[in-house]
């Protein structure tokens, strides 16, 4: 049972360059969430998905994509990096039911990334 | 909407001290109510939690309570040690379907021998 696993741990990315950062999660939970948090800053929602085929804009969406096309997968585009896209990424997941409501979240440990 | 406001940091104490982190929340309904910790180069982990008020959460020494006439659910531990050298994030998530998570800024506590 790994829990949710991030990829890659760094990247570098030029000014315009677009990548994909992948989350996995192997513990059936029907929600998935992209945060960035930023120095003195918290966490921010990106994006979230309530289900499988369902995804939902956050707080800051603007610069990102994402899909849910497997219960398990839960990527996070960015199509021209820019130097405000400089952060560390977290993507987590839950289950919520709407008899026991939302149970914690599950982090993965980060993805740090750079755009010069 | 619903928002988390939580006590500036960084928060600087000797060992043994007490500990006290503020949160105070804005929400409709009877949200849940979370305290989650980050240690330096990982992902952040559930500390604790409390689902309906005077729910009082604890873990590892930790102790929260779920105030609802005040909106508050602050943390407090009696005695902190190094290794509780960490970003401390208050949250909140409301009983409604299809919302997710919601974080406080985060506290920095810096604990010294």
């Known amino acids: 049972n790994a829990g949710v696993t991030q990829t890659p741990k760094f990247r570098i990315l030029k000014i315009g360059q677009s990548m994909t950062l992948q989350c996995t999660q192997d513990?059936?939970?029907?929600?998935m969430y992209w945060y960035r948090q930023d120095p003195g800053m918290g966490l921010k929602l990106i994006y979230y998905?309530?289900?499988?085929?369902?995804?939902d804009k956050g707080e800051v969406p603007n610069g990102y994509n994402v899909s849910r096309s497997t219960t398990e997968d839960f990527p996070l585009r960015l199509e021209l990096a820019a130097p405000s896209q400089t952060s560390v990424y977290f993507c987590?997941?839950?289950?919520?039911?709407?008899?026991?409501?939302?149970?914690?979240?599950?982090f993965g440990n980060g993805t740090r990334l750079t755009v010069t | 909407g619903n928002s988390v406001t939580q006590m500036e940091g960084p928060v600087t104490l000797s060992e043994e001290a007490f500990l006290t982190i503020n949160c105070t929340y804005t929400?409709?309904?009877?949200?849940?109510l979370f305290w989650y910790v980050q240690y330096p180069g990982e992902g952040l982990q559930l500390l604790l939690k409390?689902?309906?008020?005077?729910d009082k959460g604890s873990n590892k020494g930790f102790e929260a309570t779920y105030r609802k006439e005040t909106t508050s659910f602050h943390l407090e531990k009696g005695s902190v040690q190094v290794s509780d050298s960490a970003v401390y994030f208050c949250?909140?998530?409301?009983?409604?379907?299809?919302?997710?998570?919601?974080f406080g800024k985060g506290t920095t506590l810096s604990v010294s021998s």
């Open positions: 513990m059936n939970h029907n929600y």
């Open positions: 998905s309530v289900g499988a085929g369902i995804t």
């Open positions: 929400a409709t309904g009877y949200p849940s």
């Open positions: 949250a909140l998530m409301s009983n409604q379907a299809g919302t997710a998570l919601i």
């Open positions: 409390a689902t309906k008020a005077d």
């Open positions: 987590a997941s839950s289950y919520h039911s709407s008899q026991q409501g939302g149970s914690p979240l599950h």
